[in-house]
C-alpha cells in the first residue's frame, strides 16, 4: 500500500539524534552514527519529528510501506524500556537497585580552595556529589534539590581546563552526551528532574561541534514537557578550550 511515511537524508543527518525523543512511537534510533527508521510500520507518517532536525534530514514521502502498526509500536516500546536494564535510576530512591558502586548517591566536600579567585591559584576540585552521569542520577536525589543544574556534555570539562572554578562551582551536575548516548531516556529523566526537584537554574554546556548542540535542544524539550518556568542558560566551549559564547 501507498502511505506517508518518514525518508531520511543520511547525507544531510549528523547524528545528533535529537529526532529520536521527538517520534514517540521510537521508530527513529541511531546507528552507526545516523538516525534511521527502525521499520515502516512503527512510523505513522504525522511528521513530529521534522521540525526538530537542525539539519533538514528529514522529509516526509508518499511511497509503498507496511501499514502503520500500532500493537507493534507497544511492544516496540517495551523493548525499548526494557533494554535500559536493572541499572536505570530510580525515581523514587537514590540508589539502584543493582547496588553498583557508581550509582550510590553521596555528598561531596568540595575543596577549601573552591571560593580562591587568586590569579595563578590551582584549580579546585568544585564536585558536591555523586554520581554525575545522567542516566544514573535519581530525580529524587537530594543535592538536585533546589539547586542552579549544570548540563554538560562529555567533552566539555575535558576540553575547558577551568570546569570547576568557573562552571562547576556551587551547581549540581549532571553529564550526558547528545551524539553517542539513547537521548530518549534522557530526556525524560531530565524532565523529571525539572518537574519534582524545584530546580532555580540551567545551564546547559556543550561543545562547538554540530552533534554536541543537540543537548541544548534535549534540555529545551525537558523544561517544556515539565511545565516549569526554568531560566535556561547556554555555553559553549571551542575544541579549542575557550568559551566563545
Known sequence: MKRKIV?????????????????????IQIMDGKARLVADKLCDGLGDCLGECPEGAITIEER????????????????????AGPCSASSTGDNLPCGC???????ITPDREAGDEREGSASPNCLGHWPVQLTLVPPQAKFLQGADLLITADCAPFAFGD????????KAVVIACPKLDDVQPHLEKLAEI??????????VVYME????????????????????????KETVISTSGQIIS
Open 194 to 203: 525539572f518537574k519534582t526537584a524545584d530546580i532555580k537554574s540551567a545551564n
Open 163 to 170: 570546569f570547576h572554578r568557573t562552571l562547576l562551582k556551587g
Open 64 to 83: 509503498s510501506a507496511d501499514p502503520y502498526d500500532e500493537e507493534a509500536v507497544q511492544k516496540h516500546l517495551e523493548k525499548i524500556k526494557g533494554e
Open 7 to 27: 525518508v531520511i537524508d543520511e547525507e544531510k543527518c549528523n547524528g545528533c539524534g535529537v529526532c529520536v525523543p521527538a517520534c514517540h512511537e521510537g521508530a
Open 209 to 232: 561541534v554540530p552533534c554536541c548542540s543537540a543537548l541544548k535542544r534535549i534540555v529545551e524539550m525537558a523544561i517544556d514537557y515539565s511545565g516549569k518556568n526554568i531560566p535556561l
Open 101 to 107: 558502586p557508581s550509582s550510590q548517591v553521596k555528598t
